[in-house]
């Protein structure tokens, strides 16, 4: 695997980061300088992915695809939505209507109706699942597709995390006989959901968002919300229980073995490549990249360390490790006539998971030097056991990392029982408050910082319900925060 | 591997479609029944990926991205090109302004500059690629991406041959040091589109486009062509000698050993799901489709041929070969209630490549009935030899198919002397003539038909030049033909 070469010339590798602390400098220098995207395309909010940014993205939704693959059929449908049928959800439309790119012309003619750029695909599929489901032998249907999909943002964008081309959304859709059928199909997401991110080992709350803030159409929307260094959350995956509304705009019936017919139930769920987002910034470090062994495209980087004279037996010595890794793993062979310095600084900032040095004392006794890109200590181990190790301290690494994450999450959440606490608090994280389920209660809380909803998941041993930090009454747990 | 569930409300599996002779009708039904694409989705151009089709393109392109990745890094560049940056070039821009979506609101806001829904990606590419590369040292540079595509079609549109979304467009495109060092890539690409289209079983034929034909800005394009069941052509690939030009436009150059700057040389290559298209036409007969084994989606359909009283038994033994067989390859039990014909009907038309059926005679003398989708012939086998033969199968197969798809295309190609004789002969295939180099006969002969260009590589004998069928000075052998 060869290294990216405008390495040299796009990032000045021999400045340091700026320290994590200051997470929003730290954040858009690493995305450049660890080549994950191109900050300098021509269009705000539009950014390219550099070789080494898609290596990490193919891993990643590698497993996404592998989770979703068990239950569901991938699809493809187009990216081009007419404007009669985006519109036909009217609260649908209504969520989305200020943030749509519309297509106009096509060469320099006027289209008839104007097409939408998906900025999610429900108008998309809807119309067609009506022709695909007839009878309850059609159901359940699952499928998902990986695409791009647009949003006009106004705000402050950011690569991977508020963009106005989402590369990669993965977006599932269900359809099922029963209203009870799709809250299962919820559960089953979220539980997809969990695995995917503990295989990232990112931690997460999950919430039920309030009512004013839930997918336009949905019955109800569960949250993923992981936490990011600035305290501020970053929603990382969502799913969205539709009930029978879409059905309805969209006229989806099925025949039942009695022969009567009846509207569909829906779910849909998502997830972005703000799940990229969340795993570079809860896992790096001031030094780059910290990516789990699973997902990191250079799994495990060789280097040999050259002494004048020993040069040959060195470098055979790490050639021929190289080779039997690259076997199993994703393997580099760092041979650059570079200082080791400069060579554990390059393969800290791409976040190779797993460093194995060999200089000419580990040539003499077949031993290699080996050390963890989330630890400092180095160790030394026979040459022959390496390959039969990485597997077991993959697996170590992956909890290390989410132990140590899941510490620093829990660190930024706090129980409070007064506004004032909350407002204090959420400079910093995630404040859990009791609260009612008046929406009145909600509102003045939301205007407090942004209410995450109700607690469905969280690391955190907290009584589910008590008295409404507003007005008193009884209240269930819920999640204030500043979010992205 | 569940059958997608909506083939029975989509396609009527009871009736013929039509013979392959009727090309048009054939294909439009295929596509459909078969479950590749939806073509009922209500925008004109537009089509939906069924699951299964989703699939088969999985497959394919699995192939590409192998091949791709030996020399190439994945990358993915914005699907929005600002009017200013596709402008720059103006050959190019010329080329598509015709066929160009424009976006021209964001919500409700009009945007300052309109941005094109790429139509291919050189103008979202080069103005960054003036950013990556600084010296020699930085090149080649050599990145691919698959993307979705869009053109406004005027023509009639089809699915996966004239599209306004290309779903699946693989593009590459490689930046040199020396005019040669492209020449050198346009024939690595055209080695590497061979590859592919061998192990798809789609013969080709390679032609140099003519002047008027090249891709807008490119110094010289090679075609790859395949010839449809009704005679009319199908390009399926090209390859693009770019030169300096485009560097020109955006300014790349490069700093040489001696200190000079000078400018790039760029190439660019690509295929879209008319590899697709060309896989369902070539090899596809009366009775549905005919996958090459490493595409197919299911590679393997285990029929149990249930008598009463013997049921337990037969499904038993055709699960477990199942199972094993599942350990390898895409395999499907059709357990249905079914009659074995109507099981054998929906895995011919699905493209299953090889057929096993089990029955009580089969359970006792522990055998199996193998049949291959493109033969009508049936033997019998030990069920214990069926996993070790699968692989041998799988390529005698390939070959099969390649030398019928071989055969068919030269039957479609012939060399003809006389005007009058290309008429006729295009109407059933490609016509070889010898033509000089003048524009003037060129010109003349894309009257009759559509020049290919000067043939490069045909899998017939005939001599590559001759006196000019026009003017009578001496020619190089050229391709005339319909084309879609």
Redesign the interface.
């Given at each position: 695997m060869?290294v990216?070469?405008?390495v040299?010339?796009?990032s000045k590798l021999k400045d340091r980061l700026p320290p994590k602390e200051k997470f929003s400098e730290w954040y858009h220098e690493l995305i450049q300088r660890a080549e994950i995207m191109?900050v300098?395309?021509?269009?705000k909010g539009?950014?390219?992915?550099?070789?080494f940014g898609?290596?990490i993205?193919?891993e990643v939704y590698k497993i996404l695809r592998e989770i979703m693959d068990r239950e569901h059929?991938?699809?493809?449908?187009?990216?081009?939505i007419?404007e009669?049928?985006l519109g036909k959800e009217s609260k649908h439309i209504k969520g989305f209507?200020?943030?749509?790119?519309?297509?106009?012309?096509?060469?320099?003619?006027e289209l008839d109706i104007r097409?939408a750029?998906r900025p999610t695909s429900e108008t998309?599929m809807y119309?067609?699942f009506k022709?695909?489901?007839?009878?309850h032998?059609?159901l359940p249907?699952r499928?998902y597709q990986i695409?791009?999909t647009?949003r006009?943002e106004?705000k402050h964008t950011r690569p991977l995390i508020r963009l106005?081309?989402i590369?990669s959304f993965k977006e599932a859709h269900t359809v099922h006989a029963t209203f009870e059928e799709a809250e299962e199909q919820v559960r089953k997401a979220v539980n997809y959901y969990k695995e995917f991110y503990r295989r990232l080992a990112i931690p997460y709350i999950i919430c039920k968002r309030p009512e004013w803030d839930k997918f336009p159409g949905a019955k109800y929307t569960i949250a993923f919300d992981t936490i990011m260094p600035d305290g501020k959350t970053l929603q990382i995956g969502t799913a969205h229980n539709l009930g029978d509304s879409f059905a309805k705009t969209f006229d989806i019936t099925y025949e039942m073995p009695n022969g009567d017919h009846s509207f569909v139930y829906q779910t849909c769920y998502g997830i972005s490549e703000r799940c990229i987002a969340a795993l570079i910034s809860v896992h790096g470090d001031d030094f780059g990249l910290v990516l789990p062994f699973e997902v990191s495209p250079v799994q495990i980087a060789v280097i040999p360390v050259l002494y004048k004279g020993k040069e040959r037996e060195v470098l055979d010595a790490a050639r021929e490790l190289g080779e039997l890794l690259k076997t199993r793993y994703r393997v580099v062979v760092d041979e650059s006539d570079e200082r080791p310095g400069a060579k554990y600084y390059r393969w800290e900032l791409k976040g190779a998971a797993i460093r194995v040095e060999i200089g000419p004392k580990e040539v003499e006794d077949g031993s290699a030097v080996v050390s963890f890109r989330d630890e400092k200590k180095k160790f030394t181990v026979s040459r022959d056991e390496v390959l039969n190790k990485i597997e077991c301290w993959a697996n170590e690494m992956r909890r290390r990392l989410y132990e140590k994450a899941l510490n620093e999450m829990k660190n930024r959440i706090k129980f409070c029982k007064k506004l004032e606490d909350v407002k204090h608090w959420i400079n910093q994280g995630v404040a859990l408050v009791h609260l009612c389920n008046s929406e009145k209660c909600g509102m003045l809380i939301d205007e407090v910082g942004s209410l995450l909803g109700e607690v469905v998941d969280i690391p955190l041993d907290i009584e589910s319900s008590g008295k409404c930090i507003i007005c008193g009454k009884e209240g269930k747990l819920n999640a204030v925060a500043r979010t992205y």
């Open positions: 060869s990216s070469k405008n040299s010339s796009v191109d300098r395309y021509p269009v539009l950014y390219v992915w550099f070789p898609c290596r993205r193919r059929e991938e699809v493809y449908f187009p990216a081009l007419p009669t049928e209507e200020n943030e749509v790119y519309w297509v106009t012309h096509g060469g320099r003619a097409l750029l998309a119309p067609m022709l695909w489901i007839r009878s032998a059609d249907l499928v695409v791009n647009f006009y106004t106005r081309e590369t």
